[in-house]
C-alpha cells in the first residue's frame, strides 16, 4: 500500500514548486485506476503502461531540467537516461504482446532481458530522485547559508534583498534563515 501511496505524495509536494509534477500526479491516479478496472475485467493495462511510462517522462525531464539550471549536469544525463530506457522497455514490452501469436515462445529470450533492463532502471530511478532530491537540499542549505553570511556582513546577495528592517540598523545584523 505504502508503494502506490508515497510516490503519490511525493508527486504532490513537487506539484506546489512545479505544475509540470502536478501534471504527474494527475497521470499518476488515472494510471492507478486504469490498473484497477483492467484488473478486475481481466485484460491488459496498455494504458496505464503508457501513463506510467508518462509519469517517469514528466518527472525526469522536469527535475532535469531544474537540475541543469543549477549545474548539475552529471544528474540530469541520468535522468534522461532513465526515461529513455523506460520509453525502450515499454516499447519492447507493447511489440512483444503483439508479436506472441507470431512468434510465441521466442520472445521468451527478449522479454526476459527487457524485465532484467526495467528492474534495473527502477533502481536507476530510485537513484537519480534521490540525487536529485539531495542535491536540491545541499543547493538550499548553501544558498541560506551564503545568504546569512551576507546579511551579517552587510552584503546584499544577488538572488536575494536583505528586509527592509535590516537595512534600517546601523551595524549588520545576523538574520537567522
Request: hydrophobic share 50%; glycine share 6%; charged share 15%.
Amino acid at each position: 500500500m505504502a508503494a502506490l501511496v508515497l510516490p503519490m505524495m511525493g508527486l504532490y509536494q513537487a506539484g506546489r514548486v512545479d505544475k509540470g509534477y502536478h501534471t504527474a500526479l494527475v497521470l499518476s491516479v488515472v494510471a492507478r485506476v486504469s490498473g484497477l478496472l483492467c484488473r478486475s475485467i481481466g485484460v491488459p493495462d496498455l494504458l496505464g503502461y503508457i501513463l506510467e511510462f508518462a509519469v517517469v517522462y514528466l518527472v525526469c525531464t522536469k527535475t532535469a531540467r531544474r537540475l541543469e539550471a543549477e549545474g548539475d549536469l552529471s544528474t540530469a544525463a541520468r535522468g534522461r537516461f532513465v526515461w529513455k530506457l523506460d520509453a525502450a522497455c515499454l516499447a519492447v514490452t507493447l511489440l512483444s504482446g503483439l508479436l506472441v501469436p507470431i512468434m510465441g515462445e521466442r520472445l521468451v529470450g527478449l522479454l526476459l532481458v527487457t524485465l532484467v533492463a526495467a528492474l534495473a532502471n527502477a533502481v536507476f530511478y530510485m537513484t537519480f530522485l534521490y540525487r536529485a532530491s539531495r542535491d536540491s537540499r545541499s543547493e538550499w542549505k548553501a544558498r541560506r547559508e551564503s545568504a546569512a553570511l551576507s546579511i551579517q556582513a552587510g552584503i546584499s546577495s544577488p538572488w536575494m534583498k536583505p528586509p527592509s528592517w535590516a537595512e534600517s540598523t546601523s551595524p549588520p545584523m545576523t538574520v537567522l534563515l
